[in-house]
């Protein structure tokens, strides 16, 4: 598999639009088309691949899968992940004749979505700092009185900087990486040292992500039932995604039920229907 300038430029242009105001801003960029669930979709449209793309993006998504960005902080950028990290392990996968569902392929895959995404966060602060220069031309206008040109600040000359700082470093990286990674099929063998220690750092990186999920929605000992309850349907009894969803579904439905239910009990002398003594004060 090859990447030609047209495809390398059509991935840039999608890094660009991750976090662009022009995609109304973080929900439909950064956490919608940015995602590498996404990303492994457009990547194989692109490429010609579809099921390579989507394979690809679903093993990096579960490294990032709680991957957020409070107050900036990034952590890695999951824009490189998408139309950097993907397109070259889409290219590493096929040089090195992988099954494209296999085990193998998928620890590729994370391991290289996680060095593009670690070197990303660069260009992530760079295109940050580079705003900084904009903002204060927004500042001055707003000192003049010039608010119609506050729409520059938000929808135009960010251009500039994912031109800069997205764009370009996205189409050189994935056009010459491409063609870099396909030379490292000779340099580094299967069976060598160097896949194998890839292959194992891939293999353990979902555990991270997973790992932040859990410090998210686990807040007492107990909320680790329903989570090892999924992982026991699918180990034990085979059951794909769409069926351990609605698995859940249905136990999601009886816990509220049961909550619903001990809130409406009448405790302290009050009934269901409202408190026993007319002069009580509303529980709100």
């Not at 063998?189 to 160097?194: F, H, L, R, V």
Request: aromatic letters at 8%; glycine letters at 12%.
């Amino acid at each position: 598999m090859t990447i030609n300038w047209l495809q390398a430029a059509i991935l840039g242009l999608f890094a660009c639009l991750c976090s662009n105001s022009c995609m109304a801003g973080q929900a439909v960029g950064n956490y919608t088309i940015g995602r590498p669930l996404v990303g492994g979709l457009v990547c194989g449209i692109v490429l010609g691949n579809l099921q390579l793309g989507i394979a690809c993006g679903v093993a990096m998504q579960l490294v990032y899968i709680a991957l957020v960005t409070p107050g900036g902080t990034v952590s890695a950028d999951v824009r490189a992940i998408s139309y950097i990290g993907i397109p070259l392990a889409m290219v590493a996968i096929s040089s090195q004749g992988l099954n494209p569902l296999g085990g193998s392929a998928a620890n590729l895959a994370k391991s290289v979505g996680t060095l593009v995404g670690t070197v990303g966060t660069v260009l992530y602060y760079a295109v940050a700092t580079m705003n900084l220069v904009w903002q204060s031309f927004g500042w001055k206008d707003v000192h003049n009185g010039k608010l119609d040109k506050l729409t520059a600040v938000n929808f135009g000359w960010p251009w500039v900087s994912h031109a800069l700082f997205s764009f370009l470093p996205t189409m050189l990286l994935t056009y010459y990486g491409a063609t870099a990674v396909t030379a490292l099929q000779t340099a580094l063998p299967m069976d060598g040292i160097a896949m194998k220690t890839l292959f194992t750092v891939g293999g353990m990186l979902p555990c991270v992500g997973i790992a932040i999920l859990l410090r998210q929605i686990i807040g007492r000992v107990v909320d680790f039932i329903p989570f090892f309850v999924g992982f026991t349907l699918a180990a034990s009894l085979h059951l794909n995604l769409v069926s351990v969803t609605v698995v859940s579904l249905m136990f999601a439905v009886i816990v509220y039920e049961l909550e619903m239910s001990r809130g409406s009990k009448p405790t302290n002398g009050t009934t269901a229907d409202g408190p026993s003594d007319e002069n009580a004060e509303e529980d709100i």
